[in-house]
């Protein structure tokens, strides 16, 4: 999966997008994101344009008794990224994950949905790259 979570209070989705990054994989990165008319031009006191994600899903999340948690559902905002400095070295978060590691397309297409990635993170990312 890719890096993600949980936006914070007062934080918007793709400064929650840099943080989980940074906090899952230890690279700084710069959110990539549609370029949009500026709404506030000449009036910026009254808010800011927010970067547009890439897709947004409403996913549904089976209960999970491990974990002591209800069925539920999550809305995913879905952002590309690129490093901040090339030389950065990714480092796992072992908290969040098991490995970390770069694909290939051709090492997604080979990924099986059963057991290695869910089927509508692979079929987005064929579709995009």
Same mark, same amino acid.
């Given at each position: 999966? !890719?890096?993600?979570?949980? %936006?914070? @209070?007062?934080?918007?989705?793709?400064?929650?997008? #840099? &943080?989980?990054?940074?906090? +899952?994989?230890?690279?700084? %990165? *710069? $959110?990539?994101?549609?370029?949009?008319?500026?709404?506030? *031009?000449?009036?910026?006191?009254?808010? #800011?344009?927010?970067?547009? !994600? $890439?897709?947004?899903?409403? +996913?549904? $999340?089976?209960?999970? !008794? @491990?974990?002591?948690? !209800?069925?539920?559902?999550?809305?995913?905002?879905?952002?590309?990224? #690129?490093?901040?400095?090339?030389?950065?070295?990714? %480092?796992?978060? *072992?908290?969040?994950? #098991?490995? $970390?590691?770069?694909?290939? &397309?051709?090492?997604? @297409?080979?990924?099986? @949905?059963?057991?290695?990635?869910?089927?509508?993170?692979?079929?987005?990312?064929?579709? %995009?790259?």
């Amino acid at each position: 999966m !890719p890096p993600g979570g949980h %936006v914070e @209070e007062n934080e918007a989705p793709e400064e929650t997008a #840099r &943080r989980e990054c940074k906090e +899952e994989t230890g690279l700084d %990165v *710069e $959110i990539v994101g549609n370029a949009q008319d500026n709404l506030f *031009e000449g009036n910026p006191s009254e808010g #800011r344009m927010l970067k547009s !994600p $890439i897709a947004m899903l409403l +996913e549904e $999340i089976p209960a999970c !008794p @491990e974990r002591s948690e !209800p069925a539920h559902q999550h809305m995913d905002f879905l952002f590309l990224a #690129r490093p901040l400095d090339a030389s950065q070295t990714a %480092v796992l978060d *072992e908290t969040e994950g #098991r490995e $970390i590691r770069w694909f290939s &397309r051709e090492d997604i @297409e080979k990924l099986d @949905e059963q057991t290695e990635i869910f089927s509508n993170v692979k079929k987005y990312i064929l579709s %995009v790259f």
